[in-house]
């Protein structure tokens, strides 16, 4: 609760009657003030046999009295919760006193409750994985098979990794991209799987992946369908009349609490003048990371 609620209103009195003393800590004409005599009528004599409990009000708010307020709060209250209303105004009788308990009763209930609310907090969700997993070896469930047209040197040693823990599983894995007789690496694959176990991805990942153009204004961004519950393509391609260029893109998926990426990229600086070890298009390269990363999903889940 931001504000403190108002405190309940004085209940209307009847023209010409003299109205009882306020219970109220905040100002009202009924109320005592801090002077030395009260200037409210004198109480009525009491009745044999019959206890008379507005006989001696009680000067709430005044200090050293009983029932002063704590200070530091509007209106004296003890709290962001709903004030306690004062006793029926019909006399002093035992249903009066019944329902003044059951009054404060409730608010305290009230008020155990919020507060066991707001320290301990609700349960929270459970995570939606979508029956995916991380395995310990990612790149043993890693396809890639459109890739290998073009880089048909398998890669003896790929990298992998992974994590676990009780809020993430992760799973990460590199392959090095070969043309027929190249040395060395032509392009590099990669691919993570992250299973959030304690707190949904969807908005943080919507936000760094739809709106990466943003912080890199050189990267196109693209919307894919039919790939989890939503995925995104970032490309750049800086080949085009260069000896230097490069060639990236990377599809980013979201399916529940589960985030999946592969990334491809490729420098012409590895690449020989040989016309055959020439980098493929972009749109190649896309098509073939839309394709692999559905095979991959599909391995991954249970």
């Not at 029926?88 to 507060?115: I, K, M």
């Amino acid at each position: 609760m931001s504000t403190p609620p108002k405190p309940p209103q004085e209940p209307e009195q009847p023209s010409g009657a003299p109205a009882p003393p306020s219970a109220y800590p905040y100002p009202n004409p009924q109320s005592p003030g801090p002077g030395p005599a009260a200037s409210y009528p004198p109480p009525a004599a009491p009745v044999p046999g019959q206890q008379n409990f507005y006989a001696t009000p009680t000067l709430v708010g005044q200090p050293g009295q009983p029932g002063q307020p704590a200070a530091g709060y509007p209106y004296g209250g003890q709290g962001p919760y709903p004030q306690v209303p004062p006793p029926p105004s019909g006399g002093g009788g035992g249903a009066g006193r019944a329902v003044l308990w059951v009054a404060v009763g409730a608010v305290v209930a009230s008020a155990a409750w919020a507060a066991g609310v707001f320290l301990i907090g609700g349960k929270g969700a459970e995570a939606d994985l979508r029956g995916y997993t991380a395995p310990a070896n990612l790149c043993s469930s890693t396809d890639y098979s459109s890739f290998e047209t073009e880089y048909p040197d398998n890669d003896g040693s790929p990298t992998h990794n992974a994590l676990k823990d009780p809020a993430l599983d992760e799973s990460y894995c590199s392959v090095n991209l070969k043309k027929t007789g190249s040395s060395y690496a032509d392009a590099y694959l990669s691919t993570q799987v992250d299973l959030h176990r304690k707190s949904d991805p969807g908005p943080e990942f919507t936000a760094m992946w739809k709106n990466y153009g943003e912080r890199y204004p050189d990267y196109d961004v693209e919307t894919v369908e039919d790939i989890g519950e939503e995925a995104y393509l970032v490309s750049e391609d800086t080949t085009s009349g260069s000896t230097s260029g490069s060639l990236y893109a990377t599809l980013a998926v979201r399916d529940g609490w589960t985030t999946y990426t592969m990334s491809y990229s490729a420098y012409l600086s590895s690449y020989d003048d040989d016309d055959d070890k020439d980098p493929p298009s972009l749109d190649d390269v896309k098509d073939w990371l839309k394709t692999d990363s559905k095979a991959t999903l599909d391995q991954l889940k249970d």
